[in-house]
Nanobody, 121 residues
Framework: QLVESGGGLVQTGDSLRLSCAAS????????MGWFRQTPGNHTELVAA????????YYTDSVKGRFSISRDNAKNTTYLQMDSLKPEDTAVYYC????????????????WGQGTQVTVSS
């Protein structure tokens, strides 16, 4: 019920914007998160946004470079990624849950299929 798009192969310093289109009922009542899974299978919460959009969270490694937002009228969440680095290479997943900035995947109810982001040096 979540579909990500916008991934791709870019060079260091480039930008990408990921989108997550949701078909869950009452989307505006869910907190949204973007996770990433690295080639070494490490999974981390990258960014999160509260149901209203008034609260945001970023992991330290992306602060100042990534920006999360949402449009509840369009049932869509975005992750703007600027100044990309090779270490940002991962599969990015969006997730919806009745939480804000929950770092554990089990806290989320819905997941997308993932979109690959590859940053070359």
């Amino acid at each position: 019920q979540l579909v990500e798009s916008g991934g791709g192969l870019v060079q260091t310093g480039d930008s990408l914007r990921l989108s997550c289109a949701a078909s869950v009922q009452r989307f505006s009542t869910y907190g949204m998160g973007w996770f990433r899974q690295t080639p070494g299978n490490h999974t981390e919460l990258v960014a999160a946004i509260s149901w209203s959009g008034g609260g945001t969270y970023y992991t330290d490694s992306v602060k100042g470079r990534f920006s999360i937002s949402r449009d509840n009228a369009k049932n869509t969440t975005y992750l703007q990624m600027d100044s990309l680095k090779p270490e940002d290479t991962a599969v990015y997943y969006c997730a919806a849950g009745r939480v804000f900035s929950g770092s554990r995947p089990e806290e989320y109810d819905y997941w997308g299929q993932g979109t690959q982001v590859t940053v070359s040096s």
